[in-house]
């Protein structure tokens, strides 16, 4: 990008975009290629979260700790000193050095600072809820959901009104933000199943698996494999209902840079949730996209033409391997049917 010249910035600054690239396999480019005053905000806000998620994530912090750590966290933003250096986590670099992330956190325009900090107030405030209650029903899914995810869209979505890159409506519509996050993270959270059931992370809707099996850990066992596929069918099912938000979300993106940035995020996981539908690989691996595949969604999402293709695509494939004796057959038929066609 040639906006971004590595060699014009403050020794802060880079190191803060070193952290980026350290720390987000999938994100880093998109946020990158982002026009000028809004990249910088959305790298930020980017390792303010990397660095609450890794407190969240990291189960050698003591709960007594971790709760008053997640709710406070807000506020360390503005404890110039404050870092933590206690994290065994993979990202921990973002903790141990928190202190530089927050001064430039103080540098950007205050509008910018405080959607960072009121959603980084409410998310803290939303992990202790989930730390270490089980997620029962749909509704709870949904509710965790909004925390970790739906609050990025909806801040995302105020950072991108704020910019003056786009109109008011694109940072007012909460709920059409909201879906934008949940689609990724319910993606997220159906193709992660098997690596984190390994760390004991449970984070399929009790509502859901218990139709299929008497735990969510059973559901790995071979023997279950017929019932395992049916609940990760009911669970794409779930997020595919996302599909008309997200397509209504992008058709209102006018600035290039932040269309592709939130288009290949959504792209990627309707790719994701095509790989993974009827897949019983999910129960045994991590299931992944192809390279090939991952570069053409990143190069050509760059229109809603070129989107509602994309999204017909998947749709189209997953309408064709719809088992017709699925429980959820005629509800995924339904949820895929408003990715096909002209929408
Ligand atoms: C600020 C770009 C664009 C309207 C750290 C982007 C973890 C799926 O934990 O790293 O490794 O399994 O694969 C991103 C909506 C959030 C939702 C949420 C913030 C899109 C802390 C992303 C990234 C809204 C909680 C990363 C939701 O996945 O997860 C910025 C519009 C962080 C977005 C977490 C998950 C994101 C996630 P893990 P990943
Ligand atoms: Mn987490
Ligand atoms: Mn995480
Ligand atoms: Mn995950």
């Given at each position: ?5 590595l060699?014009l ?16 396999r ?13 990249r ?9 979260l990397?660095a ?7 189960m050698?912090?003591?709960?007594d ?10 506020e ?22 928190f ?13 910018f600072?405080?959607?960072i ?6 998310m ?10 089980k ?21 995302l ?9 786009e ?28 690596e984190?059931i ?15 099996g ?27 209902k996302?599909i ?13 840079s ?8 959504q792209?990627?996981a309707?790719a ?9 690989h ?62």
């Amino acid at each position: 990008n040639s906006q971004c010249d590595l060699t014009l910035m403050s020794s802060d600054m880079r190191t803060c975009y070193e952290y980026l690239r350290l720390t987000s396999r999938s994100f880093c480019a998109v946020i990158m290629a982002l026009d000028e005053d809004l990249r910088y905000a959305v790298c930020i806000y980017y390792l303010v979260l990397r660095a609450l998620d890794t407190v969240e994530d990291d189960m050698t912090i003591p709960v007594d700790e971790k709760i008053p750590l997640l709710k406070a966290f807000h506020e360390k933003l503005y404890e110039p000193d404050w870092h933590y250096t206690q994290s065994k986590e993979k990202d921990r670099v973002v903790l141990e050095n928190f202190n530089i992330i927050s001064s430039e956190f103080r540098n950007l325009a205050p509008v910018f600072q405080s959607v960072i900090a009121d959603s980084c107030r409410e998310m803290g405030y939303g992990m202790t809820v989930f730390l270490d209650a089980k997620i029962d029903t749909y509704d709870q899914w949904d509710e965790y959901c909004h925390y970790v995810a739906g609050l990025v869209g909806i801040g995302l979505s105020k950072l991108f009104t704020a910019s003056g890159l786009e109109n008011t409506v694109v940072g007012q519509d909460e709920a059409i933000s909201n879906s934008m996050g949940l689609f990724l993270q319910k993606t997220n959270i159906i193709r992660d199943y098997y690596e984190d059931i390994l760390q004991k992370r449970l984070f399929w809707p009790k509502q859901a698996w218990i139709k299929y099996g008497n735990s969510l850990e059973s559901l790995k066992d071979p023997r279950n494999l017929n019932n395992a596929v049916a609940c990760l069918n009911e669970l794409v099912t779930d997020a595919l209902k996302h599909i008309p938000d997200v397509l209504t979300y992008l058709s209102r993106i006018r600035n290039q840079s932040v269309f592709n940035f939130c288009a290949i995020p959504q792209m990627m996981a309707i790719a994701t949730l095509e790989r993974c539908y009827n897949n019983p690989h999910v129960f045994r691996k991590n299931v992944k996209i192809r390279k090939g595949a991952a570069v053409r969604l990143m190069d050509q999402s760059t229109s809603m033409l070129a989107i509602r293709n994309f999204m017909n695509h998947f749709c189209t494939k997953i309408y064709n391997r719809i088992p017709p004796i699925d429980p959820n057959a005629g509800r995924t038929r339904t949820a895929v049917s408003y990715g096909i066609g002209p929408g």
